[in-house]
């Protein structure tokens, strides 16, 4: 691998280390100096590299072993297990294992949500970006509590997955069963060194076998905390968001162009009524701002564009449009190719240009399903070039704002296609929306991730902008259902919505004015928007 070969894959792989490093739980600020030593170090190695193909992975388990480093200089405190009281008894229904998954280290805790699925030992390595060898290596040091570590292992797996007959569960008659399920799952994970790891759970476990937990209390518990501590929810807040009222508020920008917005409701509903509400794309053509809208099937074809078009003044716009200096996004290729391809003078110029939008939406289209963020390209409408690749990669690291328990989820959206969870569906639509002035056309891609069964989090959706004529440079819409509430007679959950833009036109003085107004407006529309969906989904309507 030459320098310049070198140079740019550290240009494209560079946030994607610091986003890997942050996944893991450093901060921001650890996150990019250990990435910029890592790519430093990959340099000063670059001969022990196999495959330059593989040069993010190989510089990523750089990165991890530089983060175990600083861990070591920096033991974790101690925090002290909270008492249960209760009554002695095995009550599998309550068991919280997330509650057990919460009080692991970051990476044990990956390690056994993976191990409870059922991956060996190669597939958790690529699926954390490690390398088997790394993965190994590390957890091979603690050798010495191997033994422990299986049975703990064992003892979860068969609590997870109910294998305790009804009939064994109390305290007595559950600790011999219990011992031979953990002997007859150890037997068969000894070959496997990753299997062996150590999770530092044996204390809790043991009072989870030993005690009934309330389930209802300790997720609501835990969103509780981070609502107050990441998005800074008052109790009076939370209390409302529990009784039914939706909530919305701004979140600080970290540049002026960026606009973060939180938004939650309890919702006395199943999360699947959510899902298939989302899954429903033909209902935004009941809204009166959707003035079009198309679905993609697979594979994407040109007729699922019709109606996908520019208006008169978006036309005349572009027949003035040059690089660095446009009224509609795009990158400098696409308004070259408008001016070459389209014949001005004719009659029929609206209809040409027109076609050609549809066919070139539809090429950009399959290069993304096929290459991902890097088809994304950059838009050169304005002085300062945007590239939205890295602005996704940006938005995703505002890791205060974004619930724990899915680093799958925000890999895969910034890996697509590659890394593609097997709980994932994906779904392609584009609109014709009034969001200001001028109507906007944009490509959305929606995906649905079914929770982990150890998380709290039933669903996540992400509405992710591919493109967008005007106003929103880049735009990722998260929703989660996060379960609670506690009553079995009438399930509920929580829907939280994080939306997250780098709009253009919010800078400098002018810009400050117009940020005031429309994120005025976007949040009282996102409360309308959660007022709505909860009537919806309990039958209010």
Same mark, same amino acid.
């Given at each position: 691998?030459?320098?310049?070969?070198?140079?740019?894959?550290?240009?494209?792989?560079?946030?994607?280390?610091?986003?890997?490093?942050?996944?893991?739980?450093?901060?921001?600020?650890?996150?990019?100096?250990?990435?910029?030593?890592?790519?430093?170090?990959?340099?000063?190695?670059?001969?022990?590299?196999?495959?330059?193909?593989?040069?993010?992975?190989?510089?990523?388990?750089?990165?991890?072993?530089?983060?175990?480093?600083?861990?070591?200089?920096?033991?974790?405190?101690?925090?002290?297990?909270?008492?249960?009281?209760?009554?002695?008894?095995?009550?599998?229904?309550?068991?919280?294992?997330?509650?057990?998954?919460?009080?692991?280290?970051?990476k044990?805790?990956?390690?056994?949500?993976s191990?409870?699925?059922?991956?060996?030992?190669?597939?958790?390595?690529?699926?954390?970006?490690?390398?088997?060898?790394a993965?190994?290596?590390?957890?091979?040091?603690?050798?010495?509590?191997?033994?422990?570590?299986?049975?703990?292992?064992?003892?979860?797996?068969?609590?997870?997955?109910?294998?305790?007959?009804?009939?064994?569960?109390?305290?007595?008659?559950?600790?011999?069963?219990?011992?031979?399920?953990?002997?007859?799952?150890?037997?068969?994970?000894?070959?496997?060194?990753?299997?062996?790891?150590?999770?530092?759970?044996?204390a809790?476990?043991?009072?989870?076998?030993?005690?009934?937990?309330?389930?209802?209390?300790?997720?609501d518990?835990?969103?509780?905390?981070?609502?107050?501590?990441?998005?800074?929810?008052?109790?009076?807040?939370?209390?409302?968001?529990?009784?039914?009222?939706?909530?919305?508020?701004?979140?600080?920008?970290?540049?002026?162009?960026?606009?973060?917005?939180?938004?939650?409701?309890?919702?006395?509903?199943?999360?699947?009524?959510?899902?298939?509400?989302?899954?429903?794309?033909?209902?935004?053509?009941?809204?009166?701002?959707?003035l079009?809208?198309?679905?993609?099937?697979?594979?994407?074809?040109?007729?699922?564009?019709?109606?996908?078009?520019?208006?008169?003044?978006?036309?005349?716009?572009?027949?003035?449009?040059?690089?660095?200096?446009?009224?509609?996004?795009?990158?400098?290729?696409s308004?070259?190719?408008?001016?070459?391809?389209?014949?001005?003078?004719?009659?029929?110029?609206?209809?040409?240009?027109?076609q050609?939008?549809?066919?070139?939406?539809?090429?950009?289209?399959?290069?993304?399903?096929?290459?991902?963020?890097?088809?994304?390209?950059?838009?050169?409408?304005?002085?300062?070039?945007?590239?939205?690749?890295?602005?996704?990669?940006?938005?995703?690291?505002?890791?205060?704002?974004?619930?724990?328990?899915?680093?799958?989820?925000?890999?895969?959206?910034?890996?697509?296609?590659?890394?593609?969870?097997?709980?994932?569906?994906?779904? =392609? @639509?584009?609109? #014709? *929306?009034?969001?200001?002035?001028?109507?906007? &056309?944009r490509?959305?891609?929606?995906? $649905?991730? !079914?929770?982990?069964?150890?998380?709290?989090?039933?669903?996540?959706?992400?509405?992710?902008?591919?493109?967008?004529?005007?106003?929103?440079?880049?735009?990722?819409?998260?929703?989660?259902?996060?379960?609670?509430?506690?009553?079995?007679?009438?399930?509920? =959950? @929580?829907?939280? #919505? *994080?939306?997250?833009?780098?709009?253009?036109? &919010?800078?400098?003085?002018?810009?400050? $004015?117009? !940020?005031?107004?429309?994120?005025g407006?976007?949040?009282?529309n996102?409360?309308?928007?959660?007022?709505?969906?909860?009537?919806?989904l309990?039958?209010?309507?």
């Open positions: 691998m030459t320098r310049d070969e070198y140079g740019a894959a550290y240009q494209k792989g560079y946030r994607l280390t610091v986003r890997f490093l942050i996944s893991r739980g450093s901060t921001w600020d650890d996150a990019e100096e250990t990435a910029q030593a890592a790519w430093t170090r990959g340099w000063e190695r670059l001969g022990q590299l196999r495959d330059t193909t593989m040069v993010l992975t190989w510089v990523n388990s750089i990165a991890l072993n530089l983060r175990r480093a600083i861990l070591r200089r920096k033991p974790e405190p101690l925090h002290a297990l909270p008492e249960i009281q209760a009554q002695p008894r095995i009550n599998l229904a309550a068991i919280d294992v997330t509650r057990i998954l919460r009080y692991s280290k970051k044990d805790r990956l390690v056994l949500e191990q409870l699925e059922g991956y060996n030992a190669h597939e958790i390595a690529f699926q954390h970006g490690w390398t088997e060898m993965g190994r290596t590390d957890f091979s040091a603690r050798a010495g509590r191997r033994e422990n570590a299986s049975v703990e292992s064992s003892v979860s797996e068969a609590l997870y997955w109910g294998r305790m007959p009804q009939s064994l569960r109390d305290r007595q008659r559950a600790s011999p069963y219990l011992s031979s399920v953990c002997l007859q799952w150890c037997e068969g994970a000894q070959s496997d060194a990753m299997t062996q790891t150590v999770i530092p759970i044996a809790v476990l043991a009072a989870m076998v030993t005690t009934a937990l309330p389930v209802s209390v300790e997720p518990h835990n969103l509780e905390t981070y609502l107050r501590q990441n998005i800074g929810l008052s109790q009076d807040e939370f209390s409302a968001i529990r009784s039914g009222q939706p909530v919305a508020k701004t979140l600080p920008p970290r540049t002026p162009a960026e606009v973060f917005l939180f938004g939650a409701v309890y919702i006395h509903a199943t999360p699947e009524t959510y899902v298939r509400l989302t899954r429903d794309v033909e209902r935004l053509r009941e809204l009166p701002d959707y079009a809208l198309g679905v993609f099937a697979v594979p994407p074809q040109l007729s699922h564009l019709k109606g996908f078009s520019f208006d008169n003044d978006d036309i005349e716009a572009l027949r003035k449009c040059r690089p660095g200096d446009c009224q509609i996004q795009m990158p400098a290729t308004i070259e190719e408008f001016h070459r391809s389209i014949n001005w003078s004719a009659p029929d110029v609206n209809e040409q240009l027109n050609f939008l549809q066919k070139t939406a539809l090429q950009r289209l399959l290069a993304y399903q096929r290459d991902g963020n890097e088809a994304l390209g950059v838009y050169n409408d304005k002085h300062d070039p945007i590239e939205v690749q890295r602005q996704f990669a940006f938005m995703l690291s505002y890791d205060s704002a974004l619930p724990e328990h899915l680093p799958d989820f925000y890999h895969y959206l910034l890996a697509y296609p590659r890394a593609r969870p097997a709980s994932v569906e994906d779904t =392609f @639509y584009w609109s #014709k *929306v009034k969001f200001g002035l001028k109507p906007t &056309l490509v959305v891609q929606v995906v $649905i991730m !079914r929770g982990k069964p150890t998380s709290p989090i039933a669903f996540a959706v992400a509405e992710k902008q591919l493109y967008a004529s005007h106003y929103f440079e880049t735009a990722l819409d998260l929703s989660y259902c996060v379960l609670g509430g506690g009553d079995p007679q009438r399930p509920g =959950f @929580y829907l939280i #919505k *994080v939306l997250g833009s780098e709009q253009a036109g &919010l800078t400098g003085f002018k810009g400050s $004015i117009i !940020r005031k107004t429309a994120v407006r976007s949040v009282s996102l409360r309308d928007a959660l007022t709505t969906i909860r009537n919806t309990e039958g209010r309507n």
